[in-house]
Nanobody, 124 residues
Framework: QVQLVESGGGSVQAGAPLRLSCAAS????????MGWFRQAPGQAREFVAT????????YYAESVKDRFTIARDNAKNTVYLQMNSLKPEDTAVYSC?????????????????WGQGTQVTVSS
């Protein structure tokens, strides 16, 4: 069974950085696209970033573009999300998932095998 475990969240002041990690089993990082999503209390889950299975393509939500960077390390079976210049509106539970259904019309869809998430809280 594929398992994903997120870590690296915490409470920081606005403008600070954080790096989130998503450790995976079964070699899924090298064989599938991987995505990061977030969900604030009372809000729907939203797409943040994704990286292709081949590693050559990345996509970001407009709200995080130029501040966040997604990367993979296939040798460690891990996907990272480097978050810089954090804002209070970035506060949410961040989860990673594998894009197991790539034949979709949007890079924000087709994901499954969700991790349990890690909390990020940004204070003004």
């Amino acid at each position: 069974q594929v398992q994903l475990v997120e870590s690296g969240g915490g409470s920081v002041q606005a403008g600070a950085p954080l790096r989130l990690s998503c450790a995976a089993s079964g070699g899924i990082v090298s064989r599938h696209g991987m995505g990061w999503f977030r969900q604030a209390p009372g809000q729907a889950r939203e797409f943040v970033a994704t990286i292709s299975g081949s590693g050559g393509r990345t996509y970001y939500a407009e709200s995080v573009k130029d501040r966040f960077t997604i990367a993979r390390d296939n040798a460690k079976n891990t996907v990272y999300l480097q978050m810089n210049s954090l804002k209070p509106e970035d506060t949410a539970v961040y989860s990673c998932a594998a894009r197991i259904n790539p034949s979709t019309s949007s890079v924000a869809s087709g994901y499954a095998n969700w991790g349990q998430g890690t909390q990020v809280t940004v204070s003004s």
